[in-house]
Each structure stands twice: as C-alpha cells, then as structure tokens.
C-alpha cells in the first residue's frame, strides 16, 4: 500500500538518543584525575556507577523532575504529620546513590583513595539527576559533624551506611540515614550570626528546646537536620531528629515548600519550631565552628556539582553536533561550530581535574595540615569560579542544539534551571571571596599554601608564572582595595590552579586552556580558541 500524499511525519538528520551511555569509560579526565588521586583501587565500582548513571539513573531523573515532590501537613484524620511525598523514581535514585556509596563511602570504608572515590561518585552521579544529590551531600557532610559528639555516633554510623530507608520512623528502627541542614533564616540569610532562633537547655538532660524559624530548611523528608540556634553563650549547633526516640512527631512544623526556579525532584522547604526537642553538637556557642566541616564538604560538592553539569552539557552538545547534519556536511565539521565545541571541552576538563584535585586535597588534609590549609581556601576558590561558569557552559551548549537544546527531552533545560542553585548554595560568589580574604589574612597556614600553590603553578609554564607573580602583588594591597577586587583576585587565582593541575596531569589542553584564559588568546565568548588548537584532538579526548 503507498503512503498517503499527506504523510510527512519522515523522521532523518536527528541523533540518536544520547543514553544509554558508560559515563565513565567516556571520561578520559576523570579516570586520569581519579587514578592520580590515590583512588585507582575502586576503579571497578566507578566503572559500575558510571554505567548506571548514564542508563538508569538518567532514565529515572526525568520521572523524578516531572513528578515533583508534594507536602502532605495532615492526613485524612486531621493529624498533623508534616510529610513530603516523592515519585517512586526519587526513591529508586536515593536507593541506589546509597547503596554505591555517593553519601557514605567516605566514611564506612575509611581507606585511603575514598575520598576521591566518593567525591568521583558525587560527579557521576550528579550528571544524571542533580537534585538527589542535595541529600546525598548533605548526609555525607554531615558524618564528621555528628562525630564531633559522641553520644551522637549510632546518627553518625547510620548516615554513613550504604542503605537508603525512607520509612518515617525513629532512628533507632532504622537501616540508613539521611540528614538535612537549616541555617538560613528570612532576616538573617548569609549572616547566620543574626539568627534569633533561641535553644533551651532542658534541666537536667542532654536536649534542648528550639523555637524558630527556617527559610530554607533542606531536605525537609530527612530523619534529622543539622540546625544553628541562639543558646545563652552565643549561636549552637544541634541535630533536631524528625521522630523522637519514644516515636512521636518532633514538634516542628513545615509551613510550604518553596517553588524554585530547578532543583524539582528535591524538596525545599520553610520551616517553624514549636518547642522541638534538639542535642548538641559541639559546644555551645561555637556553632559555627562546629558545623564548618559540613560547609567546607558541601562547598566541595559544589565544585562537583558544577563539573558535572558543565560535563554533561558538553557531551549533549558533541554528541548532537557528530550526527547532525546541516548545510551539507556534519555539524562538527563546521570550524566555527568546532571551536565552540572545543572551547567547551577544554572548559569541562579544567573544571573535572580541579574538583577531583581539591577532592584529594581534602583527603590529604586528614592528616597533613599543609594539604588541610590548601584545601581550606581551595574549596573556596574552586567553588566559586566553577559555579560561576556553569550556567554560561550550558547555554552555549543548549545553543549547540538549538530548539532542541531548549525541549526538555534533551535534559539541557533542566541542566539550566540546575546550575545557578551551587553558585548561591553554601554562600555566593561575593562569600567565597570574601572568605577567601579572611582565610589568607588570619590564617597563616592558608597563605603559606596558596603561596606555595602559586610557585609550583609558575614552574610549568611562562604564562602561569607571570600570573602567580601578578597574583602576589595584588595580595599585598590595602585590605580595603582587596575586597573591591576580591571577585578579579580569586578568578585570577582559580584560573592559575586549574592551569597548574591541567599541566601536572599533563593533559594535551593544558596549554590551550592557559593560553585561551589568562595570555589573551580568546574572547569573551565561547568558540573564541586560537586557529592552531586541534579541535578534532580535543573533541576526541572529551567524547571518544
């Protein structure tokens, strides 16, 4: 039987569809990156991971992001349970990122390399389905915490498992753990110091009572969360659990979740406390030094996170561009379109090699003070250079693909709505350079690190020593014109770090990447590479 004269519906010149894909066999960098870091050893289970994360994984973040989570305050009898009901598929996400180890493996198998196998699992993951990863990460930030108490470690030991128990029960009828942080509250923001959430020692036992508020309370589905409050010596850390040991409902309150521009398949929400009961973690009023561990991990996860979007974005953009076909030849092989694609990779693969390389600095810190320091101002730097360049990395991946790059289908929209959420999380661009500042001005360790970062940076390459020497001039300004121009000192900074650990894993961009970003041989858009850079060589490392 011949067609109908009127069907058009002839589907040609479109690509494949982009999954399943081995996420890690495709990612020459992050294996690279992953072996340099002491982790070689769990090279079988990131191989796993990577698999799963660009089959399953990636199948069930679109169900997870289109169903979004919903707040059930009562049930049907007009008791107030305050819960947050998710698609099967967040679960089966959460299950999964457990049972691997993206939240624990840290800490439940405490050998050396886990730390940047962890932190590689994060990556992984993240390119899959980003909001899962704002659980997992705070779970994992949260074990060293918690350690801090040691009536507290059964929370510790169970957050750390590879189990993923979603039941509303108390802790102690649990499998696994998750956990949650509230810092931010609506008058305060940044400044947790002005908090007026107050805490009340109850006399004659361990716990406290809080009353206050949250405006941003994440992961309000988890057992327990990691809370500032006022005590009478200044601002305290505590772990508030959601059920009390007896089983009862603690007394908080989820008063919404917030509707927010991406992040769908997790909640966020605000929340009051009505006399909860909550224990302390560390002293009392040294809540912030209690809790900066946590924020130094999730300033890390950041960087990840950020890699991890501007890696998936590239690969959507080459993947798309290999098999297109426009004014009569691959959309590859157009110049222009292949220094765009180029440009990226190049970007994506400084942004891998410095997450995995602070990440090896953090496992390093645990007992080296030398790496501790560096990692200290590092996390800050990377978090927030890296963060700053992911929403710009996707667009012009999206622009790649064109309408399509705009259809949900594609995953790139979602990616976008994703990558300004790390950039404000754990403190914005201006927190991290301003803190970068502090840390350099009042700790002594921390300079000495950055220096020594600096001088090694400069023994790879003319340029990177020109810069590190411009770099320490600027350091020794007024403080006053420091601040002014802390945000130019610290991208100038990240960009001579991601050299240097481009160079020292001798990575066929390094000088591309340092010739384009700090000689002057670029714009200020992507698809700005000298003429002489091997596009094809590049693209082929990136995405075999």
């Known amino acids: 039987m011949q067609p109908s004269r009127f069907e058009t519906h002839v589907v040609e010149n479109q ?19 992953v072996v340099r870091g002491g982790a070689g050893a769990f090279t079988a289970r990131l191989q796993a991971y990577g698999a799963l994360a660009g089959d399953e994984l990636y199948r069930l973040g679109f169900d997870a992001n289109r169903d979004r989570p919903r707040l059930r305050t009562h049930d049907a009898q007009g008791r107030r349970i305050d819960l947050v009901e998710f698609h099967p598929a967040y679960h089966r996400l959460m299950e999964l990122a457990k049972a691997h180890g993206v939240a624990g493996l840290s800490w439940h198998e405490p050998v050396p390399g886990a730390q940047v196998a962890r932190a590689a699992l994060a990556y992984l993951h993240h390119q899959a389905e980003a909001g899962t990863s704002c659980p997992l990460t705070m779970t994992h930030a949260a074990v060293p915490v918690l350690r801090q108490a040691p009536a507290l470690a059964q929370w510790a030991r169970l957050a750390a498992a590879p189990a993923y128990d979603p039941r509303d029960v108390p802790m102690a009828a649990k499998t696994g753990l998750t956990l949650g942080m509230g810092m931010t509250e609506k008058q305060g923001g940044s400044d947790v110091r002005g908090n007026t959430t107050t805490a009340t020692p109850l006399p004659g036992r361990e716990g406290w009572r809080l009353v206050g508020h949250k405006w941003f309370f994440s992961a309000p589905m988890s057992d327990g ?3 500032l409050a006022q005590t009478p010596d200044g601002l305290g850390c505590f772990l508030l659990p959601r059920r009390l040991p007896d089983g009862s409902k603690n007394a908080f309150r989820l008063m919404r979740l917030k509707d927010k521009l991406g992040d769908w398949s997790n909640a966020s929400s605000e929340v009051e406390f009505c006399d909860a009961l909550a224990w302390p973690v560390g002293e009392p009023g040294r809540g912030v030094a209690t809790i900066i561990p946590m924020v130094m991990l999730t300033r890390l996860d950041c960087m ?3 890699a991890a979007q501007a890696r998936m974005a590239m690969a959507q953009a ?5 098999h297109r076909v426009t004014f009569g030849r691959v959309l590859v092989g157009h110049p222009l379109m292949a220094n765009v694609l180029a440009d990226l990779a190049i970007e994506s693969e400084a942004a891998t090699v410095l997450a995995l390389d602070v990440a090896a600095a953090v496992e390093a810190g645990q007992g080296d003070a030398g790496a501790a320091a560096y990692a200290r101002v590092a996390t800050a730097v990377g978090k927030y ?6 929403p710009a990395l996707v667009n012009e991946a999206q622009e790649c693909l064109g309408g399509a790059g705009y259809v949900e289908e594609s995953l790139l929209p979602r990616l976008y709505r994703q990558a300004p959420l790390n950039s404000i999380w754990e403190g914005s661009g201006n927190i991290q350079c301003l803190d970068v500042l502090r840390a350099l001005a009042r700790e002594p360790q921390v300079a000495q690190a950055l220096r020594g970062a600096l001088e090694r940076a400069a023994g790879f390459d003319p340029v990177l020593a020109r ?5 320490g001039r600027q350091l020794a300004a007024p403080a006053a014109e420091l601040e002014v121009r802390a945000r130019y000192l610290v991208e100038r900074i990240a960009l001579v770090l991601q050299g240097a650990a481009l160079h020292a894993a001798g990575s066929p961009v390094a000088e591309a990447f340092v010739r384009s970003r700090l000689d002057g041989a670029h714009g200020l858009a992507m698809g700005t590479l000298p003429v002489d850079v091997d596009f094809a060589s590049v693209l082929e490392r990136a995405l075999p």
């Open 225 to 227: 969360f990691l809370v």
């Open 467 to 471: 810069e590190a020497e411009a770099i």
């Open 15 to 33: 690509p494949p569809a982009f999954a399943p894909r081995d996420l890690w066999g495709d990612d020459l960098a992050l294996r690279e990156a």
């Open 318 to 322: 080459v993947h798309h561009a290999r």
């Open 385 to 390: 250079w890296l963060c700053r360049r992911a």
């Open 304 to 306: 990840l996170a950020a």
